[in-house]
């Protein structure tokens, strides 16, 4: 073969080649806007520690990636490709992977939630806890220093976290939703005593906490929230025992089979608000805002009695008079027995 021959062949070659590379350049530029075939949402989590080569070769296997080559090399042209974030994913269909990477630098997490349910207890919220799959558990079952090992010693952690739904990323410790939970009640909690009404017979924000976990207790209905604060708050204006049975129950605990019997009212025990006057020494469950809010902002009532109305709704009669109150009982108990008599034996 002549030199010039030789030349001409090579000068080919190096035309090929480069129009080939410019070919891949062009397909996997094209790729970083082309929408990931998907038929349906896709979630996949990234290591700690790991980097974006693996995590490329991760999404390969899932189908995500048709060229992730392309990916990575344009992650790096922008200088981001150490930048990504841990964390868990949702890769949506049509999303391309120019935006997926944005989402994966910006540590768009997914994002999980957990409920804590107005009138909880501590022990119910930490069961919780422990039963959620997305939660990593550090606690123990019950532990004896809860306020202490979330970094706010001297404080009983019943009633210390407000009720609400939260949104957190996988694997996020308990500890930390708990400090979540408890920094919101604090919040809540020093706005109402802010704002409370000033002729309210409360003296701290605790008290304040105290009395709406016994008002959560005592009502299914948010509408009667304000008018069974405003009933508690007349007891304990004039001194008079607050009677709550909430508050006994809370006060056996496991001993508390379902039913309260006049031995259990009768005998005198700090949570026994029947045989002593005033608050309980603690919160007895987590009261939600509305009925912080009820506590601070108390119906205007003379009421100081109230039963159940043995309806469906779940609603109380409330009196002003103990007639009138026993007058209530006797309705609601003979609203028992016709229902009794009417359900097939």
Request: charged letters at 20%; proline letters at 7%.
């Amino acid at each position: 073969m002549t030199r010039g021959r030789l030349a001409l062949l090579l000068g080919s070659l190096v035309l090929i080649a480069g129009a080939v590379a410019g070919g891949l350049v062009v397909r996997g530029l094209r790729s970083l806007d082309s929408p990931i075939a998907l038929g349906a949402p896709l979630h996949f989590e990234i290591a700690p520690g790991a980097r974006l080569a693996q995590v490329a070769m991760q999404l390969e296997r899932l189908g995500v990636l048709e060229q992730p080559r392309a990916w990575v090399l344009y992650a790096r042209f922008k200088g981001v490709a150490s930048s990504i974030k841990a964390g868990e994913y949702e890769i949506e269909p049509r999303m391309t992977p120019r935006a997926m990477l944005e989402k994966l630098v910006s540590g768009q997490v997914l994002l999980h939630s957990f409920t804590i349910v107005d009138g909880w207890r501590v022990l119910d919220l930490l069961a919780a806890l422990r039963r959620d799959p997305d939660v990593l558990v550090t606690l123990p079952a019950a532990p004896e220093h809860l306020m202490e090992t979330l970094g706010f010693p001297g404080i009983e952690a019943e009633g210390q976290f407000l009720p609400e739904t939260y949104r957190f990323a996988l694997h996020t410790r308990d500890v930390e939703l708990l400090r979540e939970a408890h920094t919101a009640l604090v919040k809540t909690l020093d706005a109402e005593w802010a704002g409370r009404d000033p002729a309210i017979p409360l003296h701290t924000p605790e008290e304040l906490l105290i009395m709406a976990s016994i008002v959560e207790k005592e009502s299914g209905l948010p509408q009667e929230l304000p008018r069974i604060a405003g009933l508690y708050l007349n007891r304990l204006n004039i001194g008079m025992r607050l009677q709550a049975d909430p508050t006994v129950i809370y006060g056996l605990g496991d001993r508390y089979q379902g039913e309260l019997h006049a031995i259990d009212l009768h005998t005198d025990a700090p949570f026994n608000t029947y045989t002593r006057v005033g608050l309980p020494p603690t919160p007895i469950a987590l009261p939600s805002a509305a009925a912080l809010e009820a506590c601070a902002h108390p119906e205007k009532t003379d009421a100081l009695y109230f039963v159940a109305s043995g309806k469906s709704d779940g609603g109380h009669v409330f009196s002003s008079t103990l007639e009138q109150h026993n007058l209530a009982v006797a309705q609601y108990l003979a609203r028992q027995r016709q229902k009794a008599a009417a359900t097939p034996r």
